[in-house]
Nanobody, 120 residues
Framework: QLQASGGGVVRAGGSLRLSCVAS????????LGWFRQAPGKEREFVAA????????FYADSVKGRFTISRDNAKNTVYLQMNSLKPEDTAAYYC???????????????WGQGTLVTVSS
């Protein structure tokens, strides 16, 4: 199971850090990532990180503002979000899969969403 937290309401330009703790099994050998879904829109890729943490990939829309990281000892993945924009408003979902991919169908495990609201 994946349990995400850290969402909230923040003003444009602010920061939030999302966390996702994995339980029930060890995800240290899995790629971990984040997707998001805004109201009325399709779920989209945000970021993903390899099992070792050595490689990270980002959607163009968040590159340079968001940073994904992981702590395998804590079975946790993080998403540091800086310079937030109103268009970042969405439910954010953490995911785990075999490989780092931007396709949501490639991920086997999904957490519940945590809501991020960015006001202008």
């Amino acid at each position: 199971q994946l349990q995400a937290s850290g969402g909230g309401v923040v003003r444009a330009g602010g920061s939030l850090r999302l966390s996702c703790v994995a339980s029930g099994r060890t995800f240290s050998s899995y790629a971990l990532g984040w997707f998001r879904q805004a109201p009325g829109k399709e779920r989209e890729f945000v970021a993903a990180i390899s099992w070792s943490g050595g490689s990270a990939f980002y959607a163009d829309s968040v590159k340079g503002r968001f940073t994904i990281s992981r702590d395998n000892a804590k079975n946790t993945v993080y998403l540091q979000m800086n310079s937030l924009k109103p268009e970042d408003t969405a439910a954010y979902y953490c995911v785990a899969g075999q490989l780092v991919r931007s396709n949501k169908d490639e991920y086997d495990y999904w957490g519940q969403g945590t809501l991020v609201t960015v006001s202008s």
